[in-house]
């Protein structure tokens, strides 16, 4: 698993809105869909992006610029990997992201949707009346 942190960019801006971090077993690559679920939803609800840019950080402990073959070769290794994602409208957005984005297209915003052939179900659908 390698640590990375995910990014929530403001919609429209370069910002930050939020970040979580997390283990994953791999980076996700641009255009990936993430849903990020949380304890004040129930599942399968979520927060909804798509990966937009990812950005590693990394050390390397020599200065020079070059090495020679006769030197023992020096080893870098990863500081920290930022995925940076845009909002978005999946399947599953909670009514409370779905209704913030909705917002916020009102006003004029770009919000992507997942390119998907799902069924989008609202959570207050499964309400008891």
């Excluded at 990966?51 to 073959?69: F, I, N, Q, Y």
């Excluded at 500081?79 to 006003?107: H, K, N, Y």
Aim: with cysteine.
């Amino acid at each position: 698993m390698t640590r990375m942190i995910i990014v929530v960019r403001e919609v429209g801006k370069l910002n930050p809105e939020y970040s979580l971090e997390f283990d994953l077993p791999e980076v996700p690559r641009v255009g990936s869909y993430i849903s990020i679920n949380r304890p004040d939803n129930p599942e399968p609800y979520s927060e909804d992006m798509i990966v937009e840019k990812v950005w590693w950080r990394l050390h390397h402990p020599e200065t020079r610029a070059g090495v020679s073959g006769s030197d023992p070769a020096k080893i870098g290794k990863l500081t920290e990997i930022f995925v940076e994602c845009i909002q978005a409208t999946g399947p599953w957005s909670s009514d409370r992201w779905r209704d913030m984005l909705d917002a916020r297209r009102e006003r004029g915003a770009e919000i992507p949707q997942f390119d998907v052939a799902r069924v989008q179900v609202r959570q207050d659908a499964f309400k008891s009346k």
